[in-house]
């Protein structure tokens, strides 16, 4: 009998939608999400993820890939934000060949991905170094 009453108050326990990070309250489970596709329709962010991330990440994605699939995309997509869960580098390449573009670089996390979308940080700055490598190289293909 003991044993049958532990088992039922377990199944009582309340559920917790939510995770606290000092300040910030982030969703869990399902209800996170739910929230990060609210957030890319809200915000009209695209979610842009490598083909080795993990599933989690991959299942809120809208376009997934190599890096070169990725930058591809992005460059047939007019949306002005598109978040990479993926390598910086590709993130760089990506603002490098859209200056005028908002691109959010996020790690490959769900709870971090939701803070980027909500926050629509951090955002990635393409130095003067690499556009001018990136012009050089669209240069000598023409």
Do not use: W
């Not at 995770?19 to 996170?32: A, K, N, V, W, Y």
């Not at 962010?45 to 809208?62: G, R």
């Not at 190599?66 to 930058?71: A, V």
């Not at 393409?126 to 669209?138: F, G, N, Q, S, W």
Request: aromatic content about 6%; glycine content about 4%.
């Amino acid at each position: 009998m003991g044993i049958q009453t532990q088992k039922k108050e377990k199944e009582n326990l309340p559920v917790f939608d939510f995770m606290r990070f000092g300040d910030l309250q982030i969703p869990s489970g399902e209800h996170l999400l739910q929230s990060i596709q609210k957030l890319k329709e809200e915000k009209g962010i695209l979610v842009f993820a490598h083909q080795n991330m993990s599933t989690e990440i991959k299942s809120v994605a809208d376009v997934t890939g190599s890096s070169i699939r990725l930058l591809q995309k992005a460059n047939e997509n007019k949306l002005h934000t598109i978040a990479f869960c993926t390598s910086k580098t590709t993130a760089e390449l990506a603002k490098a060949l859209s200056p005028e573009r908002k691109i959010i670089f996020s790690e490959p996390d769900l709870e971090k991905l939701y803070l980027s979308l909500k926050y629509e940080l951090p955002e990635v700055i393409a130095d003067d170094a690499l556009l001018t490598r990136i012009e050089k190289v669209l240069s000598t293909e023409e």
